[in-house]
């Protein structure tokens, strides 16, 4: 069955440093996603993306967070200077219609030190 | 409250009992949907109802979706020990950005 898929699964990184979380949605789909979700708290919504920009983004997707889809299957989600605040588990997630059940990967453990 | 509010926040069952999970939200939807969360891992769907329905049923599950009180509930019915897990309902408004509550965590004693 197809996934997706987000690498790398746990990342550390130094208060400051740029991250790149990178995800491969399911090939056929065109809608991409960006959630992510602290330690213990609800899964937020960051950013949609279809047709190679930006659709929708929430009040916690400022300048810092930026999307790409570099090639014709990576989704990437870049932080240019990470916070303590950014640690949280990000989820990818892709959908065929832009409506309905999303399909998340096992989502990218980041923590700022 | 905030949209996609759960409760229980934490639920503890025995096998073979059926769980039963609630969600209200504020603001109308276009369709509710319920997510399942395994510790540390990514979430699945579970199941979806749009907002011109009021009862749907895959399985074991079993969602009804009240828009006059803007609830809905989850229903597991004969649950196993491999249902524990946390749920969640998300709720989609506008396009497809989905709003997720707080979430149940379901316990099932074996």
């Known amino acids: 069955e197809p996934e997706v898929t987000q690498t790398p699964s746990h990342q550390v990184t130094q208060m400051g440093q740029e991250v790149i979380l990178r995800c491969v949605p399911i090939s056929n789909h065109l809608y991409f996603y960006w959630y992510r979700q602290i330690l213990g708290q609800k899964v937020e919504f960051l950013v949609s993306?279809?047709?190679?920009?930006?659709?929708?983004k929430s009040e916690i997707f400022d300048d810092q967070f930026s999307v790409e889809r570099p090639d014709g299957s990576n989704f990437t989600l870049k932080i240019r200077s990470t916070k303590l605040e950014d640690s949280a588990m990000y989820f990818c997630a892709s959908t065929a219609t832009g409506a309905g059940e999303l399909f998340f990967g096992e989502g990218s453990r980041l923590t700022v030190l | 409250s905030q949209q996609g509010e759960e409760d229980p926040q934490a639920l503890s069952i025995q096998e073979g009992e059926n769980a039963t999970m609630n969600c209200s939200y504020k603001?109308?939807?276009?369709?509710l949907q319920w997510y399942r969360q395994n510790s540390g891992r990514g979430l699945v769907h579970l199941i979806l109802?749009?907002?011109?329905?009021r009862e749907k049923h895959s399985g074991r599950l079993r969602v009804t979706l009240d828009t006059s009180k803007k609830s809905s509930s989850l229903l597991i019915t004969a649950s196993r020990a491999a249902d524990t897990a946390s749920y969640f309902c998300a709720t989609e408004t506008s396009g497809s950005r989905l709003t997720f509550g707080e979430g149940t965590q379901l316990t099932v004693n074996p």
């Open positions: 603001t109308s939807i276009n369709n």
């Open positions: 109802i749009r907002s011109n329905e």
């Open positions: 993306f279809y047709n190679n920009e930006i659709s929708e």
